[in-house]
């Protein structure tokens, strides 16, 4: 049964007026049915076809008020709070960015790290309007550009080829973790334990993710991206029926604790001896931060020393503000860290969507663990490594993923009234 033009014509401006663009097609198609379904029911009752069809459009109402019932569904909700703390961590960036320019007395060095925020807010604003979905239909795509990021990161290191890279400030590892992340949370979001295939596929992607990681010789984030993966599999096992499947449960989590240990017990032996002998520079910033004033500069004289560790290695850059305007800085970061973490455990609890969750989970641990383990490695209480603390770091260009990681999450939460496109049969409904 067709309908006739003035039908369409209908259709098509409720469908234009709709702000969120992925829902237009299927609204029209079930806003199609309704007409054809009320159509039919006036035939049967003895009316003609085009009064019928009339009648049909009348009892959907006005399309202007139809439009307006889904925008109001499908409207994004900002979470300003976050947006404030997301401004808050690339303040104290530009900061440490200007204070060490200052110290190398270069402006160029300043125009390059502005231009990373730059592009990062750029990259940030596009993906938050985005429909973050969409990642789901090419995960294995972003798992595929990972590895190969990750593989170009291990040629480079094996080659001796870096300099590119660190006069630069970017990090691969960093960017095929972040990578990783997003593929894991879909290759989760996806699995079905009574498909045997599908099983296969992730724990095989999982497996060769780690190795790839394993091989780029930076432990700190392969402690990070397991920690993430045992996360994610026990929030993922949580959902299926536990009875059921609770046998996979245990076995899953031991066998990624299993490969934790082992690593840090054999393969980077390095890790437990550094535990009990903490290395010189490491002891040398905890000096300096034990020396430091609560406000203003530290009156410690700076050395050739102090100076490389804190040009060369931005794991320290934490401690460096520290010595420049004093331990109240350093409590208000831990502060804004410790309130980003409890916003991305709010928005977690907010958003519905399956897929949401685990990449709220999956992105808001990547920022949280690398802060807790640079953290307390500064403090004495771990010495297993150092890692950059995420936005305080003048590594600069590593600020584009960790400000892409707040924007998704931001996103998310944003779109946490967004009805599952099997429940836009309800939203017509409660439109019309």
Same mark, same amino acid.
């Given at each position: 049964?067709?309908?006739?033009?003035?039908?369409?014509?209908?259709?098509e401006?409720?469908?234009?007026?709709i702000?969120?663009?992925?829902?237009?097609?299927?609204?029209k198609?079930?806003?199609?049915?309704?007409?054809?379904e009320?159509?039919?029911?006036?035939?049967?009752?003895?009316v003609?076809?085009?009064e019928?069809e009339?009648?049909?459009?009348?009892?959907?109402?006005?399309?202007?008020?139809?439009?307006?019932?889904?925008?109001?569904?499908?409207?994004?909700k900002?979470?300003w709070?976050?947006?404030?703390?997301f401004?808050?961590?690339?303040?104290?960036n530009?900061?440490?960015v200007?204070?060490?320019?200052?110290e190398?007395?270069?402006?160029?060095?300043i125009?390059?790290?502005?231009?990373?925020?730059?592009?990062?807010?750029?990259i940030?604003?596009?993906?938050?309007?985005?429909?973050?979905?969409?990642?789901?239909?090419i995960y294995?795509?972003?798992?595929?550009?990972?590895? /190969?990021?990750n #593989? *170009?990161?291990?040629?480079?290191? =094996? !080659?001796?080829?870096f300099?590119?890279?660190n $006069? @630069?400030? %970017?990090?691969?590892?960093?960017?095929?973790?972040? /990578?990783?992340? #997003? *593929?894991?949370?879909?290759?989760? =979001? !996806?699995?079905?334990i009574?498909?045997?295939k $599908? @099983?296969? %596929?992730?724990t095989?992607?999982t497996?060769?993710?780690?190795?790839l #990681?394993?091989?780029?010789?930076d432990s700190?984030?392969?402690?990070?991206?397991?920690?993430i993966?045992?996360?994610?599999s026990i929030?993922?096992?949580s959902?299926?029926?536990?009875?059921?499947?609770?046998k996979?449960?245990?076995?899953?989590?031991?066998?990624?604790l299993?490969?934790?240990?082992?690593?840090?017990?054999?393969a980077?032996?390095?890790?437990?001896?550094?535990?009990?002998?903490?290395?010189?520079e490491?002891?040398?910033?905890?000096d300096?931060?034990?020396?430091?004033?609560?406000i203003?500069?530290s009156?410690m004289?700076k050395?050739?020393?102090?100076?490389?560790y804190?040009?060369?290695?931005?794991?320290?850059?934490?401690?460096?503000?520290?010595?420049q305007?004093?331990k109240?800085?350093?409590?208000?970061?831990?502060?804004?860290?410790?309130?980003?973490?409890?916003?991305i455990?709010?928005?977690?609890?907010?958003?519905?969507?399956?897929?949401?969750?685990l990449l709220?989970?999956?992105?808001?641990?990547?920022i949280?663990?690398?802060?807790i383990?640079?953290?307390f490695?500064?403090?004495g209480?771990?010495?297993?490594g150092?890692?950059?603390?995420?936005?305080?770091?003048?590594?600069?260009?590593?600020?584009?993923?960790y400000?892409?990681?707040?924007?998704?999450?931001?996103s998310?939460?944003?779109?946490?009234?967004f009805y599952e496109?099997?429940?836009?049969?309800y939203?017509?409904?409660q439109?019309?």
């Amino acid at each position: 049964m067709n309908i006739s033009k003035d039908s369409q014509e209908f259709l098509e401006n409720i469908c234009d007026n709709i702000k969120y663009s992925p829902i237009r097609e299927s609204v029209k198609n079930e806003l199609y049915e309704h007409i054809l379904e009320g159509k039919k029911n006036y035939i049967d009752m003895g009316v003609n076809n085009e009064e019928a069809e009339k009648l049909a459009l009348e009892d959907l109402g006005a399309p202007n008020e139809i439009s307006k019932s889904f925008n109001k569904v499908y409207k994004r909700k900002l979470d300003w709070k976050m947006l404030i703390i997301f401004i808050l961590l690339t303040l104290i960036n530009i900061l440490l960015v200007t204070s060490v320019a200052s110290e190398v007395g270069s402006k160029q060095y300043i125009y390059r790290n502005i231009a990373y925020i730059i592009i990062g807010f750029i990259i940030s604003i596009l993906l938050y309007f985005s429909n973050y979905k969409k990642m789901q239909k090419i995960y294995i795509g972003i798992w595929i550009l990972g590895v /190969l990021i990750n #593989i *170009s990161n291990i040629y480079l290191y =094996n !080659n001796d080829k870096f300099d590119v890279l660190n $006069n @630069l400030h %970017i990090n691969l590892n960093l960017i095929s973790t972040f /990578l990783y992340i #997003i *593929s894991f949370s879909s290759f989760m =979001n !996806n699995l079905n334990i009574n498909d045997k295939k $599908n @099983l296969v %596929i992730c724990t095989t992607f999982t497996a060769l993710s780690i190795l790839l #990681i394993y091989l780029s010789n930076d432990s700190m984030l392969l402690i990070t991206t397991l920690i993430i993966y045992m996360i994610l599999s026990i929030i993922k096992i949580s959902t299926l029926d536990i009875k059921k499947y609770k046998k996979f449960v245990i076995p899953i989590i031991l066998v990624i604790l299993t490969i934790t240990i082992l690593n840090v017990a054999f393969a980077k032996p390095h890790l437990l001896l550094r535990m009990l002998n903490p290395d010189l520079e490491l002891s040398y910033m905890q000096d300096r931060l034990n020396n430091s004033k609560i406000i203003g500069t530290s009156d410690m004289e700076k050395n050739i020393d102090t100076n490389y560790y804190y040009m060369n290695f931005s794991n320290y850059s934490f401690v460096y503000l520290i010595e420049q305007y004093g331990k109240i800085l350093g409590i208000f970061i831990v502060i804004v860290f410790t309130l980003l973490a409890i916003k991305i455990i709010f928005s977690y609890k907010a958003v519905k969507d399956g897929y949401g969750k685990l990449l709220i989970i999956g992105l808001g641990s990547f920022i949280f663990i690398q802060s807790i383990l640079n953290l307390f490695t500064i403090l004495g209480i771990i010495n297993i490594g150092i890692t950059n603390m995420p936005f305080i770091t003048h590594d600069s260009a590593n600020i584009i993923i960790y400000m892409i990681s707040i924007a998704l999450i931001l996103s998310i939460y944003g779109q946490k009234n967004f009805y599952e496109a099997d429940k836009l049969k309800y939203n017509c409904k409660q439109a019309v």
